[in-house]
C-alpha cells in the first residue's frame, strides 16, 4: 500500500476563497483523522470518522471548516471563506482498529497559507 | 482535563551521549500511548505502542517505558540521523474511541 495520501502538497490561497483538501486512507482502514499543526498549537486534532461516519467534530474551529467522508477510500477537508489564520500544515491519518497495535499512519500534510 | 505534556521541548546532544525524553499524562482510562517520529516537512512516523504500565519496547538506538502516570523514551548512543521531533500521543476513553491527543513534541537534535 503507498500509504495515506494527500493532496495538494502546498496551497496558497487568497483570504476569502475557498479551499478544499483531500485524503486516501490505507485501504482496509476503519478510521481517519484530520489534524491541524501549528507552532504554537502543535498537532490538534479537528476532527474523525469511524467507518465513514464522523464521530467527534469538537476540534473544529468553526463552522467555516467541513469534512466529508463519502466512501471509504476518500475524505476532504474544506475552509469557506479562508483567513490567514488558518495557515497551517494539515494531515490526515487512517488507522484499523480490529488489530492490536491500532497507531495511526499519516499522510505528508498539506502546507496552507491563506494570505 | 485529558492532557499530555512533553519535557524538554529542545534537547541537543552530542554524538553518543546518552538521554531520556518525557510524556507526561493525565487521562481517563489510558487505551495506549503511542510515540513518534516528525522529520521537517514530513508526517509523523510511527515508532511504539505501549498499552500497560511495566511494559517496554525497543527499536535499534531507541527504548521506550510506561508507568501510570508517564512514558520515557531513552536514545542511547545516539547518531545525528537520530534528530527530529519527537511526538507522544495517547488514546483514551470507556469505549473503543479512536481519538489521539498529541503532546507538544520534543525537539532533538544530535551533533557529529
Known amino acids: 500500500d503507498a500509504g495515506v495520501i494527500q493532496s495538494p502538497r502546498h496551497e496558497v490561497t487568497e483570504m476569502g476563497q475557498e479551499v478544499t483538501l483531500r485524503c486516501k486512507p490505507i485501504s482496509g482502514h476503519d478510521y481517519l483523522f484530520w489534524y491541524r499543526q501549528t507552532m504554537m498549537r502543535g498537532l490538534e486534532l479537528l476532527i474523525y470518522?469511524?467507518?465513514?461516519?464522523?464521530?467527534?467534530d469538537s476540534g473544529m474551529p468553526e463552522d467555516r471548516f467541513s469534512a466529508k467522508m463519502p466512501n471509504a477510500s476518500f475524505s476532504t477537508l474544506k475552509i469557506q471563506p479562508s483567513e490567514p489564520r488558518d495557515s497551517a500544515v494539515y494531515f490526515c491519518?487512517?488507522?484499523?482498529?480490529?488489530?492490536?497495535?491500532?497507531?495511526?499512519?499519516f499522510g505528508q500534510g498539506t502546507r496552507l497559507t491563506v494570505v | 482535563e485529558d492532557q499530555v505534556t512533553q519535557s524538554p521541548e529542545a534537547l541537543r546532544l552530542q554524538e553518543g551521549e546518552s538521554s531520556s525524553l518525557n510524556c507526561s499524562y493525565t487521562?481517563?482510562?489510558?487505551?495506549?500511548l503511542f510515540w513518534y517520529r516528525q522529520d521537517p516537512g514530513k508526517g509523523p512516523e510511527f515508532l511504539f505502542t505501549?498499552?500497560?504500565a511495566g511494559e517496554e519496547k525497543e527499536k535499534e538506538r531507541l527504548k521506550a517505558t510506561l508507568t501510570k502516570k508517564e512514558s520515557f523514551l531513552h536514545i542511547t548512543a545516539p547518531k545525528p540521523e537520530d534528530s527530529a521531533t519527537y511526538l507522544c500521543a495517547v488514546r483514551h476513553g470507556s469505549s473503543n474511541t479512536g481519538k489521539l491527543i498529541f503532546g507538544q513534541g520534543t525537539t532533538l537534535q544530535v551533533k557529529p
Open positions: 491519518a487512517s488507522s484499523f482498529q480490529g488489530a492490536p497495535g491500532t497507531e495511526a499512519f
Open positions: 470518522f469511524n467507518n465513514n461516519v464522523p464521530i467527534d
Open positions: 487521562v481517563s482510562g489510558l487505551r495506549g
Open positions: 505501549l498499552y500497560s
